[in-house]
């Protein structure tokens, strides 16, 4: 299946490369893991009920057939349109995953900073320093039972609210609409109801007994929600981080510059922990002057989404 291949190329024409289409799972994991055993960047779009993954490969017409022949060899490859550049991946990572009492004594000041400075604090009030450590906890023991990265989840909420337990599409509000967006997390309504029944067919210890009335009033189930549906996400896309935050943006929703934004949150905020937890594994020149300004900047101020 072709999906959007040029009709005539120039030389000036930029392309990816599709490497398969499919709706069969276990076909889609196996090429996930042939791309990324060839550590080669790749996203998906969506045809026809299938899932089309695309290399990013950024070619000109002249070198479609060298890159087949020496970096990815397969018979459902053909060049399409350039869809989409992946941003380059931070090389700092915390692994293993860091221990509770680490993650919370150094992510709970910085989620202080965070929501201090934040876009939709105007007033600037603080967050008490037992609350952010309690919301700490929360995220990591919900990333921690889904199994996805607490960093991840913490950087969901440090941009959809600055970690502000508010309501959201005001304007929906506004104009009568329903399925507003509330809490951290922003979880639609929709959505809310649609993780709670899920939970519960799964008979998870923390699926509440009845799905709360005002969501602001449940931090932990906020927290817990977001983990599961992130969870779902990286099923569904294949773990792959980008295709999972477009995802929880809209499913229908192409707004790549939204996994961009939340990715670079996701950067910095590991970068936070990394350099006050073990700042001997700082390893390059540049990564300790990123980190230097780290340390010694004060709180940056929000930017809106």
């Not at 983990?227 to 896309?237: I, K, P, Q, V």
Request: hydrophobic share 35%.
């Amino acid at each position: 299946m072709i999906v959007g291949t040029a009709a005539s190329a120039t030389a000036e024409t930029v392309y990816d490369i599709q490497c398969g289409c499919y709706n069969n799972t276990t076909h889609a994991e196996n090429l996930v893991k042939q791309l990324n055993d060839a550590n080669l960047p790749w996203y998906t779009v969506y045809v026809r009920h299938c899932t089309c993954f695309i290399i990013d490969a950024n070619i000109k017409a002249g070198g479609v057939h060298t890159f087949l022949s020496h970096r990815f060899e397969t018979p459902d490859a053909i060049p399409v349109k350039n869809y989409w550049d992946i941003p380059p991946h931070n090389p700092v990572t915390c692994s293993p995953r860091p221990e509770r009492s680490d993650f919370v004594d150094i992510m709970a000041p910085y989620m202080r900073r965070q929501y201090r400075n934040g876009y939709y604090n105007r007033s600037r009030r603080s967050m008490a320093p037992e609350r952010a450590r309690m919301y700490s906890g929360f995220i990591y023991d919900a990333a921690m039972y889904y199994g996805i990265d607490p960093f991840l989840l913490f950087a969901v909420a440090n941009f959809e609210t600055y970690f502000r337990n508010m309501k959201g599409d005001l304007d929906r509000i506004k104009d009568g609409r329903p399925d507003p967006a509330q809490g951290m997390f922003q979880i639609l309504e929709s959505t809310e109801k649609a993780i709670f029944q899920e939970m519960r067919r799964q008979k998870l210890p923390h699926a509440p007994d009845e799905l709360p009335r005002n969501l602001l009033t449940h931090p932990k189930t906020q927290i817990y929600f977001a983990a599961h549906y992130l969870a779902g996400l990286h099923r569904d896309n294949f773990s792959n981080l980008y295709m999972v935050l477009r995802a929880y943006n809209g499913k229908h929703n192409a707004n790549f510059e939204y996994c961009r934004k939340v990715m670079r949150i996701y950067e910095r905020a590991t970068q936070y922990f990394v350099v006050h937890n073990h700042p001997e594994k700082v390893q390059s020149e540049a990564t300790k002057t990123l980190f230097t300004k780290i340390k010694a900047s004060s709180s940056a101020a929000g930017t809106p989404h």
